[in-house]
Structure formats: C-alpha cells, structure tokens
C-alpha cells in the first residue's frame, strides 16, 4: 500500500510541475535572458545526469578521464555525436583490455 502511495506522490508532483508554469505563464517570454537560460536548461541537466557516469563506469578513473577528454575534443572538432559516442567507447574497451 504504501508504494502506491509513493506513486501518486511522485505522480501529482511531475504532473504539477508541468501544469503550473503551463496556466502562469500564458504570455510569451519576451526577456532574452530568461528564454536562453530555459533553452540550455536541457542540456544541463543532461549533462549534471551524465557526467558522475562518465566518471564511474570503468573500474580506473584514470581511463574513464582518457574517454571523457576524446570526447571533448572530437566534439570540438565538431564530429557527429554517433562518431563521438563509438570512438570514446572503442577508446574506453581498448584502453580496458590493455
């Protein structure tokens, strides 16, 4: 009984978090700085989720480290994020089997 209650909970509050600023905020946001920090807002939080991962999935932070900087710099060079992604895991499984 006790989990179901857990569920609603969880239930009621996601689904208030995305009604309130729904019925708030009718008009459109007008303020440049307020609308680019809800664009990257995403992407932050993607990246606040990913990155402990990053760091602790292998069994040597050392090469977890090795992987992450790959991927910096083949984003940065603007590589599809496929190519990223494959090349820091082949990287990662090589340096793993060593």
Same mark, same amino acid.
């Given at each position: 009984?006790?989990?179901?209650?857990?569920?609603?909970?969880?239930?009621?509050?996601?689904?208030?978090?995305r009604v309130i600023p729904l019925t708030l905020l009718r008009k459109e946001i007008r303020n440049r700085t307020f609308r680019s920090f809800l664009t990257y807002v995403p992407y932050v939080t #993607? $990246?606040?989720?990913?990155?402990?991962?990053?760091?602790?999935?292998? !069994?040597?932070?050392?090469?977890?480290? &090795?992987?992450?900087?790959?991927?910096?710099? #083949? $984003?940065?060079?603007?590589?599809?994020?496929?190519?990223?992604?494959? !090349?820091?895991?082949?990287?990662?499984? &090589?340096?793993?089997?060593?």
């Amino acid at each position: 009984m006790r989990n179901y209650i857990y569920i609603l909970v969880m239930a009621l509050t996601t689904y208030f978090i995305r009604v309130i600023p729904l019925t708030l905020l009718r008009k459109e946001i007008r303020n440049r700085t307020f609308r680019s920090f809800l664009t990257y807002v995403p992407y932050v939080t #993607l $990246a606040v989720m990913t990155f402990p991962a990053i760091l602790s999935i292998t !069994g040597e932070t050392w090469i977890a480290w &090795v992987g992450f900087a790959a991927a910096m710099v #083949l $984003a940065y060079n603007r590589v599809s994020l496929f190519v990223v992604s494959l !090349g820091c895991c082949a990287l990662v499984l &090589v340096l793993q089997l060593l």
